[in-house]
């Protein structure tokens, strides 16, 4: 159903140390006239919208004065329920259990908590709570509650200055927002912080030459069938650490990823010579939960594997730093290369755009070799 008026979007809005609700829209002098009638609304200069008290009845009002009228954006105030569904409970004791140190300021428990019933990836649990205590220590001697917009802007400006990347400019302003936002509930307070500009970097990959070789200098089968099967299926890091006994299908000779980014099960590629390899690998080491494991029934280590790849490329002379996500960027470029579709190339990298995976196309070489360089016309 579409609304004549379009949408409107509830903020959270702190004035004057009183919970307001924040009304947002476009232009519109119907909708302006029906937000003037509701009670007690007013205009805010600091927040460049109308606001009205954050009650019961005025949040019921809304909804009822615009129904039928414009769509409402409440999700602000919808919280409590799991944002992701996941099978994988993520475990943050670990974290719980530290030691103290002296001067340093650990992540709240709530902070921990809420990353677990929220069901995060243990990779964004851990870039959020990393940051997030580096942007605690840097304000020690302060309550976390009377930090400001404007002292969480120059932060962000020291670690731009810095030489901090944007993305990670941005996983740090994330890891704050989660914890006023989601774990204290507070009134929405970062209108005013300004996001860094999303940095675009062309992935790095690997000639199929390279990968050969790579593949040809690690120590045994074991190291062998890792090095080969994030680059023949695509696969991530986490995805390979995940991959159970039973993800191998070698009847239907696809490799089944369960639970990977974005809460989402995938089949990809198996191929025939690295199913030869790894049933050597199993007859010989045997695992007893996990495809790859670092003792029996765990999984095999996220610093093990990057440690495995930057040897293998040591060895093999490549005069690049090469990590596992290189081999998933090769493994897309390559088919790309050799003329598969792109939406292919989509649905087995796990892409929810077709965007994401079009980035591709700007480091193949297919077409660039098919064009000649107009100094070849100089007779």
Not at 294 to 321: C, D, L
């Amino acid at each position: 159903m579409s609304h004549p008026f379009g949408h409107i979007t509830l903020k959270h809005l702190l004035i004057n140390d009183v919970k307001h609700i924040g009304i947002q829209f476009t232009s519109n002098k119907k909708v302006e006239r029906l937000v003037m009638n509701l009670p007690s609304a007013q205009w805010n200069n600091e927040f460049s919208m109308y606001s009205v008290p954050n009650t019961k009845e005025n949040f019921n009002q809304i909804f009822e004065t615009f129904r039928g009228v414009a769509w409402i954006n409440g999700s602000h105030f919808f919280r409590g329920r799991i944002k992701k569904k996941s099978n994988n409970q993520i475990n943050l004791n670990a974290y719980r259990n530290r030691k103290p140190k002296k001067g340093y300021r650990y992540c709240p428990d709530e902070y921990l908590a809420k990353l677990e019933y929220k069901r995060y990836s243990i990779n964004t649990a851990r870039t959020y709570i990393s940051c997030f205590e580096k942007f605690m220590n840097r304000f020690k001697e302060r309550d976390l509650l009377s930090i400001n917009e404007e002292d969480i802007q120059e932060y962000l400006n020291e670690m731009a200055r810095k030489g901090i990347s944007s993305s990670h400019l941005n996983q740090i302003l994330n890891s704050v927002k989660f914890y006023y936002e989601t774990v204290k509930e507070m009134p929405n307070r970062f209108y005013s912080i300004e996001r860094p500009f999303k940095e675009r970097h062309l992935p790095k990959v690997l000639s199929i030459e390279e990968v050969k070789r790579l593949i040809n200098c690690t120590n045994n089968i074991k190291h062998k069938c890792i090095v080969s099967l994030l680059y023949s299926a695509g696969l991530r890091r986490q995805e390979l650490l995940d991959l159970k006994i039973e993800d191998i299908d070698s009847d239907r000779m696809v490799v089944c990823i369960r639970q990977a980014k974005g809460h989402k099960d995938r089949y990809t590629v198996l191929s025939q010579k690295v199913l030869e390899d790894l049933r050597i690998y199993f007859k010989k080491w045997r695992p007893k939960v996990y495809l790859f494991e670092g003792s029996p029934g765990n999984r095999y280590g996220r610093t093990s594997v990057s440690r495995i790849i930057f040897r293998a490329a040591q060895k093999a002379r490549i005069g690049k730093k090469v990590t596992p996500h290189m081999l998933r960027h090769s493994f897309a470029t390559h088919l790309l290369e050799s003329g598969t579709d792109l939406r292919y190339i989509q649905t087995l990298l796990g892409h929810n755009s077709s965007k994401t995976t079009e980035i591709y196309t700007e480091v193949t070489f297919r077409n660039i070799r098919n064009v000649q360089s107009p100094f070849d016309f100089i007779s």
